[in-house]
């Protein structure tokens, strides 16, 4: 009778253990799995991010390398339309041109070939000028490819041309081998419009194979790496295809592709088996239009969940071996943990990253919640450190032009809100790089940004290119804008020569913030009339 009570107690007991850590440990792997997956997705989506945002970085520098000699150019062509097809004064502004050209270049190391090109119709079908590098890094001229030669549809000639001006405005065109220097490259073209009227183009060619290595360079996992596409899908680089591969001739397993590698689905998963081995690749676009992807074997990428799964399974086995009492006890320890653990997974899953995990045990519970917690800080750094790098300027650490265009995109919903801008523009940036270095020019931009940042302490301080910044000063009175103007002013000429020229304006109510920096810009001119009169040896 004892020994049978003794039985039904023991099987009640172990019964109740193995359905108590069969439910826990079910409902903590299932959640716990679904949790490490997404993490370990979002780890992929992430590194492609970084990697791309590294990348254009590298493509952001070159387009500021050709504004840098597009806006010299600009503010060096006269407003006189006659001039324009005048051989000898278009003679003299090339070779003004040509030496910020050739500093560019030789500043820019990816470059393989600057050039300026004017409108055939205007001058000659060969005018301009077109700098090759060589083997010692200098830039030489080279014959100017014949324009009227070629068909304006024959795109591996003179596409770099005719694409742009199409376009209306700065243009990266996808790879393609230029037939006219033997070179497989990348270009970033400007075109010069003035009255309507075409003037010409602007234009850096980039080797394609620097990029390639770029992407080579990328890995993720143990054996995951990345590939680039262009814009029409087409594969340029990958580990299978190093020699790149168009999307009418894909294998049967990266059918589907298409629509990712065109960056339609930027961000998403696409699954596929190659050589019977599952694979994922994730997708974003690149600052050229182009598609840079990241491939990690699928087992690589689960492998932290398996483990846990692993893990689990061996919990559960050692519990169900150990006495009545103290099963009990640990399932009830590990279902506490768990349950913690299962919920503070779905806030992440929420994407509410600050959810705070408590379990400091020493078990695989313990070493899971350190896992987690460990995921949550690096992903909060590296979501900190590319919004960094998104917005801000890495010589002054003031935000940058595309913090600007976002701020101006997020101020378009705001409503009744007074706001005053200040522009300003360096005197003498050009002056000081030629004739005292970089270094000192850069120098300058520094004194200058302390300067904003002391009289707009509060405020959006923007470094919008190399020498323009804006000031947007928001819920302010007239009164208090116009001093903290008249503050950056005493501090802006306290030197002989005043760091910069300065613009401004203040509206009540503002709608239209890119309004009020044109009024700002052009009172800014207005200074800086005054100034080129009081120091004309800084006239650029």
């Known amino acids: 009778m004892k020994r049978s009570l003794h039985k039904k107690i ?50 952001l520098d070159i387009e500021q390398s050709v504004d840098t000699i597009y806006c010299f150019a600009d503010s060096q062509l006269e407003g006189k339309r006659e001039l324009w097809s005048d ?26 070939s600057v050039y300026l090109r004017f409108n055939p119709e205007l001058l000659t079908s060969t005018s301009g000028i077109f700098l090759v590098k060589k083997e010692d890094g200098t830039f030489v001229d080279e014959p100017m490819t014949d324009l009227d030669s070629y068909d304006p549809d024959d795109r591996e000639h003179v596409g770099w041309y005719y694409e742009p001006i199409e376009n209306g405005g700065p243009t990266w065109m996808d790879p393609y ?11 970033y073209v400007i075109p010069i419009f003035r009255d309507d009227m075409v003037i010409g183009v602007i234009g850096m060619d980039i080797d394609l194979n620097l990029l390639k290595e770029k992407v080579k360079a990328i890995s993720a ?30 294998d049967v397993a990266l059918r589907g592709a298409e629509d990712y590698l065109r960056g339609e689905d930027e961000g ?59 099963g009990i006890r640990l399932t009830a320890q590990m279902t506490k943990p768990l349950y ?41 750094r590296c979501i900190t450190h590319i919004s960094n790098l998104a917005y801000t300027d890495n010589l002054t650490g003031l935000h940058n032009r595309h913090y600007m265009e976002q701020y101006c995109s997020r101020y378009a919903e705001k409503k009744d809100v007074d706001v005053g801008v200040v522009f300003c523009d360096l005197n003498g940036l ?13 120098e300058l931009i520094c004194s200058f940004a302390e300067i904003l940042k002391a009289s707009f302490p509060d405020d959006v301080c923007c470094r919008m290119s190399g020498d323009e910044f804006v000031v947007i000063a928001s819920s302010k009175t007239e009164d208090e804008f116009l001093q903290m103007v008249e503050e950056l002013r005493c501090l802006n000429d306290e030197k002989e020569v005043p760091y ?10 503002a709608v239209d913030i890119d309004e009020l920096i044109k009024v700002a810009e052009d009172g800014m001119y207005q200074d800086k009339k005054l100034f080129y009169k009081k120091f004309p040896m800084y006239r650029r």
């Open 500 to 509: 910069a020229s300065i613009g401004f304006c203040w509206r009540a109510e």
């Open 177 to 187: 081998e230029n037939k006219n220097i033997g070179e497989e490259m990348i270009s």
């Open 430 to 442: 050009k002056y000081s790089n030629d004739h005292f270095g970089h270094a000192a020019g850069d």
């Open 221 to 250: 996992y143990d054996s995951g790496y990345a590939l680039l596409a262009s814009a029409d899908g087409d594969i340029i680089y990958s580990k299978e295809y190093p020699k790149g591969r168009k999307v009418e001739e894909f």
């Open 268 to 326: 998403d998963i696409f699954s596929y088996y190659w050589h019977g081995e599952k694979r994922c690749m994730v997708f974003q676009y690149l600052e050229n239009g182009m598609t840079l992807g990241i491939v990690a074997p699928a087992a690589e990428i689960n492998k932290t969940r398996d483990h846990l799964v692993v893990q689990c399974v061996a919990i559960l086995l050692a519990v169900l071996s150990v006495a009545t009492l103290l």
């Open 10 to 59: 023991l099987t009640l007991l172990l019964g109740s253990v193995l359905i108590t850590v069969v439910l826990a440990g079910g409902a903590g792997i299932m959640n716990a799995s679904r949790v490490v997956e997404a993490d370990s997705r979002q780890i992929m989506n992430l590194t492609c991010e970084t990697k791309t945002q590294e990348i254009n970085t590298w493509l």
């Open 340 to 380: 913690e653990l299962t919920q503070a997974a779905r806030e992440i899953t929420k994407g509410n990253w600050n959810v705070a995990i408590r379990c400091e045990s020493e078990d695989e519970v313990g070493v899971l919640a350190r896992t987690l917690k460990e995921a949550i800080k690096e992903l909060n």
């Open 87 to 112: 051989e000898d004064y278009m003679e003299a502004y090339t070779a003004t041109i040509k030496d910020v050209m050739e500093n560019v270049a030789q500043s820019t190391n990816c470059a393989l």
